[in-house]
């Protein structure tokens, strides 16, 4: 009995505080209040429910993706963003950041990454990552795409196993820097998308970072 009303007081707290954020948001204030109430509800459930600081966390990790962006707001989210994206790649001569409206799509040459027909980190991406997650972590708002390229040398079997395997070590360093998971998705395409002439550039990984809107 002491357990149903605590989780049917959380129920009702949860409403409360959406119709909260509900109303900050039509103040043009949905973003910060959004996230946070989000990230404060999710852990209120998590604890009730599971009892425990793991059931805590991962309830506020939910939570904080559950508030999204306002569309007024997603513009200057992106620009801030892109520009601390910039930042963290700006010594390296083998990514770029390139904007499509709202989405961030950053570039990373192949052999920067992996030596020839491996997937293994070369340990110049560790550092590099490790720069992108502290970006990708300061704007838990976005969701993630990270997609592995080849080029059109050998099966097209093989190089489509050869991308996702890539795409996959790309993911689990992300997360081992603290990204969270539910955020990511890895995706290997093989050599269906080339960009070029030049089987270099076709040789990539491209991370891609979508806005979570409102509603």
Excluded: W
């Excluded at 002491?2 to 909260?20: H, Q």
């Excluded at 459930?45 to 962006?69: E, N, P, S, Y």
């Excluded at 513009?75 to 801030?80: E, K, L, T, V």
């Excluded at 010594?91 to 390139?98: N, P, Y």
Aim: aromatic content about 6%; some cysteine.
């Amino acid at each position: 009995m002491v357990r149903y009303c605590r989780v049917l007081f959380v129920c009702v707290l949860c409403v409360a505080m959406f119709g909260c954020a509900s109303m900050q948001t039509r103040q043009q204030k949905g973003t910060a209040y959004g996230a946070g109430i989000g990230a404060g509800v999710g852990a209120i459930v998590g604890q009730a429910i599971g009892k425990d600081t793991k059931g805590t966390l991962i309830g506020a990790g939910i939570g904080a993706l559950v508030g999204g962006l306002a569309g007024n707001q997603i513009g200057r989210y992106m620009d801030s963003q892109e520009q601390d994206l910039r930042n963290a790649i700006a010594a390296s001569e083998t990514a770029s950041i390139r904007r499509e409206q709202d989405v961030l799509r950053a570039t990373f040459k192949g052999e920067a990454y992996f030596d020839f027909d491996k997937s293994k980190l070369k340990p110049g991406a560790y550092y590099e990552l490790t720069r992108i997650a502290d970006v990708l972590n300061n704007y838990p708002q976005t969701t993630i795409e990270v997609g592995g390229h080849t080029d059109a040398k050998g099966s097209a079997s093989y190089n489509q196993q050869l991308s996702e395997r890539r795409a996959m070590a790309v993911k689990d360093e992300l997360i081992r820097n603290g990204v969270a998971p539910q955020r990511i998705r890895a995706v290997g395409y093989g050599e269906t998308r080339p960009i070029s002439s030049s089987d270099a550039a076709n040789r990539r990984v491209e991370i891609l970072i979508v806005p979570v809107r409102q509603g």
